[in-house]
């Protein structure tokens, strides 16, 4: 079992950047494959990027192509987004997400392991 712990979010201008970190607990992190995810007002949750258990293998969605970096460090057990060039349609609840299934996970209900989620605003 993991506990996912995530920081990092607040209000930001347009064109910022924020950097989510996520902590996890446990002795396997290497084991998980990782995710963030973000959920808008009134919107389904949604993938935004993904990592593999050795990080080699990266995921991202269109919209956040180019601006977002997904990067884990298993020896500290953490993951990182780094965000920049954020958007107004940036803002959401990000979380960040674990699973022992290996490979790329983009569908939450591929995951078993949740934080409580750190808000992200963007003003324009």
């Known amino acids: 079992q993991v506990q996912l712990v995530e920081s990092g979010g607040g209000l930001v201008q347009a064109g910022g950047s924020l950097r989510l970190s996520c902590a996890a607990s446990g002795r396997t992190f290497s084991s998980y494959s990782m995710g963030w995810f973000r959920q808008a007002p009134g919107k389904e949750r949604d993938i935004v990027a993904a990592?593999?258990?050795?990080?080699?293998?990266?995921y991202y969605v269109n919209s956040v192509e180019g601006r977002f970096t997904i990067s884990r460090d298993n020896a500290k057990n953490s993951v990182v987004l780094q965000m920049n060039s954020l958007k107004p349609e940036d803002t959401a609840v990000y979380y960040c997400?674990?699973?022992?299934?290996?490979?790329?996970?983009?569908?939450?209900?591929?995951?078993?392991?949740w934080g409580q989620g750190t808000q992200v605003t963007v003003s324009s």
């Open positions: 997400a674990a699973d022992r299934q290996p490979g790329i996970l983009s569908m939450p209900g591929q995951y078993a392991y």
């Open positions: 990592i593999s258990q050795g990080g080699g293998t990266t």
